[in-house]
């Protein structure tokens, strides 16, 4: 049979059923074992016995199909899984078109690893048909896997640790950032989201003061959580009155008058040890005596333990004590306004604080101002009165008082008498005014044995008029007294006697000692007749005065009167004092500061110096004492060097950054550029604080090892709310090396953290070289980042991390930043 007749065959089977049945020949069938050959016209050579079929019709021969007894078995066929080679390549279930792929299990825990598997009918050993593991080396991490709090992704869900985790804990939001927690506002997780805590106890989590354990003071909240708000002495709304209150407490009470006028007088503590004070500071909380009597009269041996703080004390009329009347008692006073008291009558005694007896107040940040003595005869200290007394006053302002009398006038500022021992830190006694018939003695009187010490005070502006003779304008001593005065002021002081003016600025009279040292006397004048042979600046009359390193000058008529002129030897000068501020009219407004090229700076004793630590200035602002003077400041003139090293400032409205073991930053949300808006605060030990807390606080400029910071007391804090957080400032590597940024948030968009680790024994600090990196953006100076200041976790798994956040600082010359905890990564 012809090959094309072959085909045909295969083609058309059933149609050419009995022609293709037929064997194929020549003329003749050619028959035998071996070759046989035909002969005639046919094809010439028959093959073996006979020709090949396709017995399973499945259009394949059996010379090439491998199983021609199964169609779907054939050089073409897919191959699939079922133990046969559909495709005849010799290979059992090669490429099976439904073959499976499978995954290596090596923890068998039936999930397999990712990655492109095997392709097998049957599953190798170790293998799953899925490639969901995320760990398989661990059977416990797998898609099906229970997620617990252990650092390890166990279900596979690509997230750490689940919020769902089988052992995720409670927290509770501390939406005032205190560490104390709010029980009725919870969420799950294994580590605490940012302002949550494991503590519930809070019971109100919108007040950053208030919180278990809480130090109780007067601001109308419950800050120790005790169900008590201010200790439950609370007026008016414990009790109607002050002295209401007064009339029951006992041994350290403390009673806490909330805002409001209170019409009462003669108020008394019995000698109680306790305190009073003004929830809302002296300008808001008013005690006026409408006239009947003293304010205060505190006469039952009261000590140091009783304590008046926080009021404005007004409307007192009486003819000694009108505002507090004191005998034989020492209370402690504070933060108070007295002011507005009077006293009409033939001698009067101390207007606004009269204090006989005993040891005397301990009076700080108190201002005497504007009290009126009207007197038929004398009137015996407008602002204040001691005799027979000890007092210590510190950051006390005397101002505007004012003396009339048919007689004489003593002391329009401060009379001191009879034995007297007075201190005066940091004392201001201005614009005082006294007029007098006869004698007119200006702004401090020091009488009788008494003993003055005074160091950092002002005495400056008083003008005393006597119609027969003005004495001492700014100081008198007057019969065996003596006056230690360091570092202080007496300037532009008038006196004006109509026959004697004598010590415009100081006047020794009696047997009188006067210590002068570090001190100016500047500016005094003689408005009346200047004709008496001791009329001038510093008047000595039968008593002893010796000066160092002081200045004189420019003072009316002579500069020194009654003693040797001592300008030239012991380190006294006469010289311009160039003041930073003195031109107003109102001295309440005159600066006494030295200005930058005052030649009383570093002027005095090389031996004694400044807070700063430069030689001793010649001034008020000289000397140890000039650190407790405070200035209101803004963060931009703490940084930028308005006020020295050493000064004292207090700032209001600041936003904590970060806080650590010792202390804390602060930066300023509403200065007007975030270049030195903030500042590292030390406080020596961990205050009450978190981030995002708003506070007003009074601390000393200081530096450390090139740093600038400020050092606070924790006493000296005050939490006034809780704000949004400061937004971090974007900064280059680069820029972030400005000191300017020191102290402030930053986010450093460039750069890389680099590893290995900076070496922090090069900075003096005791840590491994683990705890620090550099950030580098190529430059030469890198960026160190410093976790040693907030805590100690091991951040080495950060390293690497873009744009990191924390407060910049400056030490040993090296500007590190300082991230607060893993977040800022």
């Known amino acids: 049979m012809s090959s094309r007749a ?27 074992e071996g070759e046989g050959e035909g002969e005639g016209e046919g094809e010439g050579e028959g093959e073996g016995e006979g020709e090949l079929t396709d017995a399973d019709s499945d259009g394949y021969a059996e010379d090439v199909d491998c199983d021609d007894t199964n169609p779907d078995v054939h050089p073409d066929a897919d191959e699939v899984c079922n133990g046969i080679d559909d495709n005849c390549d010799d290979v059992v279930d090669d490429d099976a078109i439904d073959a499976g792929t499978w995954y290596q299990d090596a923890d068998r825990d039936s999930f397999g690893a990712e990655g492109s598997g095997t392709v097998s009918c049957e599953q190798p050993p170790d293998t799953a048909a899925n490639n969901l593991d995320c760990d398989d080396a661990n059977p416990d991490v797998n898609p099906d896997g229970t997620e617990s709090c252990n650092g390890i992704d166990d279900d596979c869900n690509d997230v750490v640790d689940d919020d769902d985790a089988i052992d995720a804990s409670t927290w509770y939001a501390d939406a005032d950032h205190d560490g104390f927690g709010d029980a009725s506002s919870t969420t799950t997780a294994c580590v605490a989201p940012e302002w949550y805590t494991d503590d519930d106890t809070d019971c109100d989590d919108t007040e950053p003061t208030v919180f278990p354990d809480g130090w109780e003071v007067c601001d109308n909240l419950d800050n120790d959580c005790d169900g008590t708000v201010d200790w439950g002495w609370r007026v008016p709304t414990d009790y109607t009155t002050i002295q209401g209150a007064l009339d029951v407490a006992t041994a350290g009470t403390h009673i806490c008058v909330e805002a409001g006028t209170y019409t009462e007088s003669v108020l008394t503590t019995y000698g109680t040890e306790l305190t009073l004070e003004g929830t809302d500071g002296p300008e808001n909380t008013i005690i006026d005596a409408g006239g009947a009597g003293s304010v205060f009269q505190l006469i039952d041996g009261e000590g140091r333990g009783t304590a008046i703080k926080g009021f404005t004390i007004t409307g007192g009329d009486a003819t000694s004590g009108a505002g507090i009347h004191l005998y034989e008692a020492s209370p402690t006073l504070s933060d ?8 009409s009558a033939e001698t009067c005694y101390g207007v606004g604080l009269y204090s006989v007896l005993d040891d005397g107040p301990a009076m700080e940040d108190v201002v005497i101002q504007d009290n009126v003595c009207i007197s038929a005869n004398n009137c015996y200290g407008a602002g204040a009165y001691f005799a027979a007394t000890n007092a210590e006053l510190l950051r006390v302002q005397v101002v505007g008082n004012t003396a009339t009398a048919s007689y004489s006038g003593y002391g329009a500022g401060i009379a001191i008498r009879d034995y007297s021992d007075v201190t005066l830190e940091n004392v201001e006694v201005l614009d005082n005014t006294t007029t007098a018939t006869y004698f007119a003695v200006g702004g401090i009187y020091l009488h009788d044995y008494s003993n003055l010490t005074m160091r950092n005070s002002i005495v400056a502006g008083n003008t005393n008029t006597g119609a027969y003779a003005s004495y001492g304008a700014g100081l008198r001593l007057n ?23 004598r010590g415009s600025g100081i006047y020794l009279s009696y047997d009188d000692t006067l210590t002068l040292s570090h001190s100016v006397v500047t500016g005094n004048t003689e408005s009346g007749d200047t004709s008496d042979d001791y009329t001038g600046a510093i008047s000595v009359a039968f008593s002893t005065a010796t ?19 001592p300008t030239g030897t012991d380190g006294n000068i006469s010289v311009a004092p160039d003041f930073a501020d003195v ?32 030689i001793i200035d010649i001034g008020a602002y000289g000397g140890d004492g000039a650190a407790d003077w405070v200035w209101p400041a803004t963060m931009e003139d703490v940084r930028t060097g308005v006020y020295g090293t050493g000064s004292t400032v207090s700032l209001e409205g600041l936003v904590v950054t970060g806080v650590f073991a010792n202390g804390f930053t602060v930066q300023d949300p509403d200065a007007t550029s975030p270049e030195y808006s903030g500042i590292t605060v030390f406080t020596y030990w961990e205050p009450d604080l978190g981030r995002g807390m708003e506070v007003s606080l009074v601390g000393q400029i200081d530096t450390y090892y090139g740093e600038a910071q400020l050092d606070v007391d924790t006493a000296d804090i005050v939490v006034t709310g809780v704000v949004a957080e400061v937004t971090p400032v974007d900064v280059t590597v680069a820029e972030a090396l400005d000191e300017a940024y020191e102290g402030v948030l930053v986010r450093i968009t460039d750069g890389t953290l680099d ?3 900076y070496d922090c024994a090069a900075d003096g600090e005791s840590c491994t070289d683990a705890d620090l990196w550099t950030l580098t953006d190529g430059s030469s100076t890198p960026v160190i980042v410093y976790n040693k200041l907030y805590e100690d976790d091991d951040w080495t798994d950060h390293v690497g991390a873009a744009t990191p956040t924390g407060v910049m600082s400056w030490r040993w010359d090296r500007r590190r930043l300082m991230p607060r905890t893993w977040r800022d990564f």
């Open 479 to 501: 019969q065996y007294t003596t006056a230690d005065v360091t570092s202080s002021i007496f300037a532009f002081n008038d006196n004006d006697g109509g026959s004697v003016s």
């Open 755 to 757: 590893d290995p680790a």
């Open 547 to 565: 000066a160092t390193y002081t200045n004189v000058y420019d003072n009316d008529v002579v500069d020194y009167v009654g003693m040797t002129d």
């Open 336 to 343: 108070l306004i007295i002011e507005g008291n009077s006293c």
């Open 6 to 32: 072959r085909v045909l065959c295969l083609l058309f089977p059933l149609m050419l059923a009995a022609a293709c049945d037929e064997k194929s020949s020549g003329e003749g069938e050619g028959e035998g």
């Open 583 to 614: 031109s107003s009219t109102d001295p309440t407004e005159w600066d006494f500061r030295l200005d930058t090229g005052s030649s009383l700076i570093d002027a005095g004793d090389a031996g004694l110096t400044d807070p700063d630590g430069s």
